[in-house]
C-alpha cells in the first residue's frame, strides 16, 4: 500500500492551493481517506476525511467553509482544496487510510489510521 500526496508549497495568506493523495493497493471502496496536518511543534490533527461509498465525513471547525475534499474513484485519488489559507495552515499534510467510518474521526483520530503518506508542506504567508 502506498499514498502519495502533492500539492503542497508556499502561498500569502488569502491564497488557495489543492493538495492530491494518490492511493495504491488500495481502493477507496474499501478504504475512507482522512488528510491531517501537524504544525511545528503541534500534535498531528484531523483535518478532513471522505468516504466515497457510505457518505460520512468530517471536517475540522478550524477549515469549515474554506476546506472541501472530492475524490476520483477511477483514479484512486482524493483532493483536498484549500482556500482562503491562514498562516496558521501552515504544516506539514498527509493523508491516511482507514476503513472505519469518517465519523469516528472526532474521538480516534490518527489512531484509527491503517496506512500514511509521507505528507506535504504548506506554508502560508502573511
Known amino acids: 500500500v502506498q499514498l502519495v500526496e502533492s500539492g503542497g508549497g508556499s502561498v500569502q495568506a488569502g491564497g488557495s492551493l489543492r493538495l492530491s493523495c494518490a492511493a495504491s493497493g488500495l481502493s477507496l471502496n474499501d478504504y475512507k481517506i482522512t488528510w491531517f496536518r501537524q504544525a511545528p511543534g503541534k500534535e498531528r490533527q484531523g483535518v478532513s476525511c471522505l468516504s466515497t461509498t457510505d457518505g460520512s465525513s468530517y471536517t475540522a471547525n478550524s477549515v469549515k467553509g474554506r476546506f472541501f475534499m472530492s475524490g476520483d474513484n477511477a483514479k484512486n485519488t482524493v483532493y483536498l482544496q484549500m482556500n482562503d489559507l491562514k498562516p496558521e495552515d501552515t504544516g506539514l499534510y498527509y493523508c491516511?487510510?482507514?476503513?472505519?467510518?469518517?465519523?469516528?474521526?472526532?474521538?480516534?483520530?490518527?489512531?484509527?489510521?491503517?496506512?500514511w503518506g509521507k505528507g506535504t508542506a504548506v506554508s502560508v504567508s502573511t
Open positions: 491516511a487510510a482507514m476503513v472505519s467510518s469518517c465519523v469516528i474521526i472526532p474521538v480516534e483520530g490518527a489512531r484509527a489510521m491503517d496506512y
